[in-house]
């Protein structure tokens, strides 16, 4: 097994999400490690889950555990590379399946230019719930951070 690195999403991690169905299912509960909690978006797509990293990161390994029913079956990555632009940009899609287990995806960065990444935009944009809502238990994402240079 390849090393994936360490956690990447920690205190300092900006989390930004599309909707929140009400403040029971809110964003913070991404990543609190409780398997009983949850964030859910209103309905409609696409619907986004945004991380910004205090430092510039190389992504290698993403993990989602979704609520079966309520899958972002169709999941474009996007990032922001550090850079002059400070532009989204196209990374690659993942699609998941509709299940109630941890699913992890490999993250292959095959332009050099998208080794220093600020951010990963995670767009749902096919749900498998008819409405389009969206129930993510655990996000989990793994790689290296680049250590910043002192001037």
């Known amino acids: 097994m390849a090393d994936v690195g360490q956690p990447l999403i ?4 900006k989390i930004k999400v599309s909707t929140t169905l009400d403040k ?10 409780d398997p009983g909690t ?22 290698k390994q993403l993990s989602i555990t979704f609520q079966g029913g309520f899958v972002g079956t169709k999941c474009a990555l996007e990032v ?3 850079g002059p632009t400070q ?3 196209p990374y690659m899609h993942v ?3 509709d299940v109630n287990r941890q699913q992890t995806f490999e993250l292959t960065l ?3 230019g998208s080794t220093n990444i600020l ?10 719930d008819f409405f389009g809502r969206i129930t993510v238990y655990d996000l989990q994402l793994q790689g290296i951070v680049i250590e910043r240079k002192e001037e």
């Open 119 to 128: 951010g990963l935009k995670l767009v749902f944009e096919e749900s498998s």
């Open 38 to 59: 949850c964030w859910t978006s209103q309905q409609g797509t696409p619907q986004f889950i945004q991380l910004q990293f205090p430092a510039p990161v190389i992504p």
């Open 110 to 112: 095959t332009d050099a």
């Open 95 to 97: 699609f998941p399946e």
């Open 87 to 89: 532009q989204w940009q």
């Open 24 to 33: 029971s299912v809110g964003k913070k509960h991404l990543t609190d490690g």
């Open 80 to 82: 922001l590379p550090q």
């Open 10 to 13: 920690g205190p300092d991690t």
